[in-house]
């Protein structure tokens, strides 16, 4: 790996912890494991654990497990249903128990663009959830953009960056609920690792209650070759 991945995590991680004393910054760890399709296996699939903490690496309050069975109907377009149990603490009460959780199914496409070294994937999700047993509908468009760095396409030994904005919906007023916005840096090792570090704020609308934050994220990806599986350049999503 380039050595000045180490230096600008190095001081991605230090700024971020040093900014963080009052817990207005969070922390993301991400593990995913995925199975992708080709022109030769259409079908694929994935499973997803996540955790999250109110502060930089303390303060547990929050982790989903998820997974899903996609389909490609080509090289640019991917059909996936999936579904997950998503569950929040007082991560100054541990004990006490959940205080939220929900049950969530989804159904998405997702549609792909290789601009030379611009790749560009737009997501389009529906998501049915059960929070705390009330039932709720969600809708959901996220813009993905990579940029290579050290080569025209996404592969072993490749640097890229990696950013994102996602806006959340719901068919109840106020119908928008929430926006995501991320920007990261990312290594594939091989054909299988691929790791990546940086920074996502989420806003929360709630009327007279509006709130958002900042948190460090760290994703580490395992992707699952088949034998004979057609050479395709895959992008490093996030799933969530």
């Given amino acids: 790996m380039p050595k000045y991945f180490y230096i600008i995590f190095f001081l991605f991680i230090a700024g971020f912890s040093a900014s963080a004393q ?14 992708p399709g080709d022109s030769a296996h259409r079908w694929g699939g994935y499973s997803e654990l996540q955790v999250r903490e109110n502060g930089v690496f303390n303060q547990f309050n929050y982790y989903e497990l998820k997974a899903g069975i996609s389909y490609d109907l080509d090289k640019y377009f991917t059909a996936l249903i999936g579904g997950g149990r998503y569950t929040t603490y007082n991560y100054q009460n541990l004990g006490a128990g959940p205080t939220t959780i929900e049950a969530r199914m ?23 959830r059960w929070l705390n047993g009330i039932y709720r509908n969600r809708f959901r468009y ?14 072993p030994k490749t640097l890229f960056i ?18 995501r916005i991320s920007a990261a840096l990312g290594y594939q090792f091989d054909k ?23 948190n460090v994220m760290l994703m580490l990806m395992y992707r699952i070759n088949r034998k004979n599986s057609a ?9 969530d």
């Fill in 162 to 179: 990696s950013a994102y904005d996602e806006i959340f919906l719901n068919n109840k007023e106020p119908n928008f609920e929430r926006n």
């Fill in 192 to 214: 299988k690792w691929i790791v990546q570090a940086g920074w996502v704020n989420q806003y929360n609308y709630v009327p007279n209650l509006s709130n958002d934050k900042d």
């Fill in 106 to 128: 989804w159904e998405q496409m997702s549609v792909s663009q290789y601009l030379y070294r611009i790749k560009l994937e737009h997501r389009y999700r529906v998501e049915q």
């Fill in 22 to 35: 009052n817990n207005k910054t969070g922390t993301w760890g991400i593990f995913t494991a995925l199975m």
């Fill in 142 to 155: 996220r813009l993905n953009v990579f940029v290579p760095l050290n080569s025209t396409k996404i592969e």
């Fill in 231 to 239: 050479k395709r350049e895959h992008l490093p999503s996030t799933s």
